[in-house]
């Protein structure tokens, strides 16, 4: 029960933040959104880190772990609120939900064996994700220079999400794919040595070092009203979604895994009944492929 439970937790905080970081994008933009919640990550994680990650040694092959972490994790944000910024969560979320495959093709890559049946379920997914992001162009939103969506001025402003082009957030979808996939792959090293907090404090500390302080020092780190709240649960949903997938990995690592995969199935359904978002049949086929593959990988290879 715990193990459904953390990894139905997880799943739920990634879709919550999924859906919210798409809706800060298209408002304040893809940086500025990275920015606030890195800082606001922050805030959460050092004082986490001091009275729970006493402990950890430090040797040369834990910092080039860690480093390999934190950038994973922070360029794969940028890019996943790229995309979002660009495309319908419906579509995109499902994609980045492949993380875990990506993470398992790395393994491959430095030597570990993948069974005959998760190389056919990595290939499906791929299929999955032609499918899901053909087709259903809309109007391409207004970005400014250095990622910025152009929105209204006047006491509506930040009111209104610039609408999403499908085509043009494909290329920053699978580059977060990549990114999150060696993340996940230091990150799985760094819990087997080190305590849980220095998964989730490098990539913080990244972010606010090299994007958040940046764009304060350039009166670039703005904020609406609209999407203050958003960006409030975006950081506290990450952060989350990471612990509470941890505490039911203690109990089955492949039902949490299973149960917290599906958050990009999660996020597009919710997208399409409470947003409107609109996909045709074969996207819809597509993000079902992905979502029962990421599924059927996390079973696979956690056994």
């Not at 305590?195 to 404090?201: A, E, G, K, T, Y």
Request: proline share 4%; with cysteine; glycine share 12%.
């Amino acid at each position: 029960m715990l193990a459904i439970l953390g990894g139905l937790g997880a799943a739920l905080c990634w879709a919550t933040s999924s859906m919210a970081s798409a809706r800060s994008a298209r408002m304040i933009g893809s940086v500025v959104t990275l920015g606030w919640v890195m800082l606001i990550g922050t805030v959460i994680a050092v004082p986490i880190a001091l009275v729970t990650g006493g402990g950890a040694e430090f040797t040369t092959d834990a910092v080039v772990l860690l480093v390999l972490s934190g950038a994973g994790n922070l360029l794969g944000l940028l890019f996943a609120y790229s995309a979002f910024q660009r495309g319908k969560v419906a579509v995109v979320a499902p994609i980045l939900s492949t993380e875990g495959a990506m993470a398992a093709v790395i393994a491959v890559v430095f030597g570990e064996q993948l069974a005959i049946g998760a190389a056919v379920v990595l290939a499906a997914i791929v299929a999955g994700i032609i499918l899901a992001s053909s087709g259903g162009e809309s109007e391409p939103a207004a970005v400014e220079p250095g990622g910025l969506v152009d929105v209204p001025d006047g006491p509506d402003a930040g009111q209104h999400p610039a609408a999403p082009s499908l085509g043009s957030a494909l290329p920053w979808a699978l580059a977060a794919v990549v990114c999150f996939g060696i993340g996940l792959y230091a990150s799985a090293r760094i819990g087997a040595t080190m305590p849980l907090v220095w998964s989730i404090l490098p990539a913080r500390l990244g972010g606010f070092v090299f994007v958040a302080l940046p764009l304060l020092a350039t009166g670039r780190l703005r904020l609406t009203r609209a999407a203050t709240p958003l960006v409030v649960i975006v950081g506290i949903a990450e952060i989350v979604g990471v612990a509470v997938y941890a505490l039911g990995a203690r109990d089955s690592i492949a039902i949490a895994a299973v149960m917290s995969s599906q958050f990009g199935a999660i996020a597009a359904v919710v997208s399409v009944v409470l947003f409107g978002e609109k996909l045709r049949r074969w996207q819809v086929a597509g993000v079902g492929v992905i979502a029962v593959g990421v599924a059927l990988l996390a079973a696979i290879t956690a056994t």
